[in-house]
């Protein structure tokens, strides 16, 4: 790249992480936990992320969602299913998405009368790492059908999130998953990261997640000392 | 650094990765949280630890603790007031823990018979960054009066850090301490950074913090599949 495309890429990125800044604050002064959701195209994102909307609204959590995508708005859609409020964003082109389309696409969302906003990132290990959204907790999606070494060829995005989840583990065995391989591969990039292992299609796994979202979402309740004072 | 250096640093800090996977399986194996406080010296790590150890015993926590220094074993006597089981590791000139240290000085920790291990690092803004201890949690600490730039100063540490306690909080308004700067500071090098505000001496913050460890430790119980299938 030339100096000034690099320019140009730190410049927009430095606006963005401004932008974030806002919006976080705005989260946290609602009482808003946002997570962003991040991996690779077909690693199953939407299909955890309709399951989590469904069963936190059956706990009585007030849940919404935003989705995007370079373009159609099939996966709002589907995530409307679940009861909750979503909200598709096309990036048109775009490989990630960016703090500016979160805030343009907050109207209409009551935000102090939500407990959870899901943001889920266009499918792509790459770009979503650099754009932080004013997120409380990014959580790396990883396929047992993408083998183990994902994280180790995307360090930068394993290494940004809290968190980490193998989906699709109901195919572990006809995929020959080494799920070893996959742990150490996660914890080589990143050494404490917390590993959920789902499948939604055979229920394995959700409860323990859902209470992690419930205990991580207190640990920040408590972790807000600029938004409470 | 010469090549030789290079290579003979690089080759220590793999055999100190796979040593602390292996107490990191330990750890899970037990259901031991184990927690690793980082920070420059006279943050206040020891002061923090010493209520920390007092308040979860309190709470009919079964805790520990290991604590780091190049010599004395003044900071395990002052951990030991609190009932718990305090532990020193002398490092004789070394300027952090690493994982060996701490396997060397589990023998005679029933691990099972502990719901959390707090291993207090020595005081040491760079070189701890790069030791996996093994811990499930890293906590960085900073000292209001330590100035509030010193996340972007040691960005790694911070970055490799989970979250951020801000010690001393009293001492805001005398030292002329800016909140909102030192925040920023965090997030800059690591965006959704929970944070924490403590004063020891006047008791603010204490159960914000004590609820987190407890909310974080439900997480990484929910958290451990390899352990547990």
Known sequence: MSTRIVEVRAGVLKKNDELARELRSRFEQAGT????????????????????????RARGARVAALVGDLE???????????????RQINTHGRCHLEAEMIGEHLAGFA????????????????????????EAWRVALLSVTEGEDKPLKYPSM??????????????????????????????????????????VKRNV????W??????????????RPLATT
Chains 1, 2 share one sequence.
């Open 33 to 56: 936990f946002v997570v962003n959701l991040v991996s690779s195209p077909g690693t199953g994102k939407t299909a955890l992320l309709e399951r989590t909307l469904t069963d936190l």
């Open 72 to 86: 159609t708005d099939n996966d709002a859609k589907r995530l409307a299913r679940s009861g909750a409020q979503a």
């Open 111 to 134: 935000l102090p009368e939500l407990d959870y906003l899901f943001i889920e990132n266009v499918g792509n290990l790459v770009c979503p790492a650099s754009y932080d959204l004013g």
């Open 158 to 199: 394993f290494n940004s999130a809290d968190v980490a989840i193998i989906t699709k583990i109901d195919l572990a065995e006809p995929c020959d998953f080494d799920r070893v391989a996959a742990h150490d591969a996660i914890r080589s990039v990143r050494p404490a990261m917390p590993i959920f292992e789902v499948s």
């Open 205 to 208: 796994g959700i409860d323990a």
């Open 210 to 223: 859902l209470d992690a979202l419930a205990a991580r979402r207190t640990l920040w309740q408590g972790s």
